[in-house]
């Protein structure tokens, strides 16, 4: 299934899975905001709004969040993705309350929305974000908004190197093996500093293979 597009006047939520809907929220974004210049950190997957969900009834709407909690409720709080020595990796589920600003379906932050017309602001949403939690070692630990870390891949480099890790984690999640996608990562990760062959990081998803039947029923 492809998540980019989807047939004209059909609700994304009704359409794809958990996963695919997911991907498609993060492409659209990052494609969006490197587009128009936006910052867009620090911002939920969802809301709760009607108005972030093109052609989706309120109701589907809320189904889509109990799907996403009914995921971390069976696989936990911290869902472990990858664990690579003394790296452990887990993708984190949290939600709350607050407002969002909407342009043209997309989620904004206050920064952007001042700059572009038709703007708007909703109060008293709910809103749910996913993090990625790194422990490196000991007690260090870093906390990335998922969002936030793929616009940052994105403008540093290129938005291809962005797009070809959600068609890694796509396929991923379709075929249970690597796509040839996995050398980008992997050649992005030693401009970072982490020398990693492919064999190596095929063995640090282990854990996230266990939970692929999960993520595929949801």
């Not at 659209?28 to 052609?55: A, E, F, K, Q, Y």
Request: proline share 2%.
């Amino acid at each position: 299934m492809d998540y980019k597009s989807i047939p004209d006047n059909v609700c994304p939520i009704s359409y794809f899975d958990t996963t695919h809907l997911v991907l498609r929220i993060l492409y659209h974004r990052v494609n969006l905001c490197l587009s128009l210049g936006l910052d867009c950190m620090g911002l939920p997957i969802i809301s709760t709004s009607v108005l972030t969900m093109r052609n989706c009834s309120r109701d589907s709407v809320y189904k889509l969040f109990r799907r996403l909690i009914r995921v971390r409720n069976k696989l936990g709080k911290n869902i472990k993705l990858l664990e690579l020595g003394d790296i452990k990796v887990y993708l984190r589920i949290s939600k709350n309350k607050g407002s969002i600003h909407v342009y043209n379906s997309y989620m904004m932050n206050n920064r952007d929305c001042s700059k572009l017309d038709n703007c708007i602001t909703i109060n008293n949403v709910t809103l749910l974000y996913m993090y990625l939690l790194i422990r490196l070692s000991g007690r260090n630990v870093i906390l990335l908004n998922v969002p936030d870390a793929l616009i940052w891949i994105a403008r540093v480099f290129g938005i291809e190197t962005a797009v070809s890790i959600l068609d890694l984690i796509h396929n991923y999640m379709e075929k249970g093996e690597l796509s040839s996608e996995v050398n980008v990562l992997l050649s992005m990760l030693s401009l970072l500093g982490l020398r990693i062959s492919k064999e190596q990081f095929e063995n640090a998803l282990l854990p996230a293979r266990r939970i692929l039947h999960v993520l595929r029923s949801t």
